[in-house]
DNA sequence: CTACGGATGTATCGCGCCGATACATCGGCG
DNA sequence: CGCCGATGTATCGGCGCGATACATCCGTAG
């Protein structure tokens, strides 16, 4: 899952350690927290000793013949491989586990650009199927368990039930999108600049106008 | 965090692993996945050698003696004990970590029931505290970025703010509630579900009714 | 002019939790 | 009668986290 992430995140520039953490911030951070060195440096080093990455030594050439006195570290540039592309294409393709809560939907989405049309269906909907799978679990309980458990309890299952509702919309969107074969959302920040194609044939229901 | 979880359950009712696992995702269900006999057993086990709960056999007397042919592993049922149960309070009062993902908030929430009002507002707080973050992070990232990402990055953050922007709503809405000292929600989703008795101690009854 | 703190930068350690896997029993249904 | 799914306990490898350590550079307050 970091693989994917560092790989992709490489893909687009050569970058050291301390700079990738937050390019990675940017870009999955909608879905997880930021990533800590306990697993950047280490997966940088797998990566590396995998032959996905190589370091591209950024001395400038002057001093780097003195190791000097203090054991200087200088930054260390990575940069991937050829066969660390192929590797992302093929980490691309793969759908996470069978989970609710997986973070590897947020950063297969995030590198969604590089990535071919069918497997952005498949894993749309491979995502549509396990946020559906929940809500109809939390459906379940919510109708069942009404009588049997404190307020709060319940409260947090509507309030888990209202997000996965939500999400679902949420990719209904994206996939139908997907379908008719645009890029996704001309959708804008400011609500009155917000031309979104009209004119386009089924959808009744949708078009979830984005405001709060 | 599994921890405060096990003891939670266990404080309930005495249970085996398999039964405590099934409560578990109802429980905290709505914020993670169903957590997994990996983490569980082992937990169990330090929590046991802890002294914070017991085995309390479930044998009903007739064939124990009877080790028999196959090392038969009858069900283990475990209980909470006295130190347990100050344990749990000691759990329930601390923050977790100060990241936004941090699946203890839920955890937390999911025993409110039995927490100290002056207690439930300091998470509720923390926890609108890192979300609000959160929010004003994607925030800038979205007003400063939108011309340097892809579609799909754009796209993906949008959806992260949005959540961030729900929760703090949510949070808003529980904050207050707590404050003017009454169970939360009267809510009726559907309008014949409003009898829900918490039947819990304290709670003096104010009672202005409020919807959200 | 200096020292102080904050940003930049690399790295390790312990451990919580996950996913896969193994193995055993039991009840029901074809 | 045999198969299968639910019940039930358990281990193993490994990913990622949080804490911590240490070193450099730079602006600025004293």
Do not use: C
């Not at 997986?102 to 590198?111: E, K, S």
Request: no cysteine; proline share 7%.
């Amino acid at each position: 899952m970091l693989d994917l992430a560092i790989l992709g995140i490489l893909h687009e520039a050569p970058m050291h350690g301390y700079e990738l953490r937050k390019q990675l911030a940017l870009k999955i951070g909608p879905m997880r927290a930021a990533i800590s060195y306990g697993s950047l440096y280490p997966t940088l080093r797998r990566l590396q000793s995998s032959g996905w990455i190589t370091e591209a030594g950024e001395s400038s050439a002057d001093d780097e013949a003195v190791p000097p006195l203090t054991s200087r570290r200088g930054r260390v540039v990575y940069k991937i491989t050829a066969e660390g592309k192929e590797r992302f294409q093929e980490l691309l393709a793969q759908t996470g586990p069978e989970t609710y809560d997986d973070p590897g939907f947020g950063v297969h989405f995030a590198f969604f650009a590089r990535t071919d049309a069918d497997i952005r269906l498949r894993i749309l909907e491979g995502r549509r199927r396990k946020v559906e799978e929940r809500r109809e679990g939390l459906r379940d309980v919510l109708a069942r368990a009404a009588e049997r458990v404190d307020a709060y309890t319940l409260e947090l299952q509507r309030h888990g039930l209202d997000a996965a509702e939500r999400e679902v919309r949420w990719l209904e969107e994206l996939i139908a999108n997907e379908r008719s074969g645009r890029p996704p959302s001309q959708r804008a920040t400011d609500p009155e600049t917000s031309a979104v194609q009209p004119g386009h044939e089924e959808e009744p229901p949708g078009q979830t106008p984005r405001r709060m």
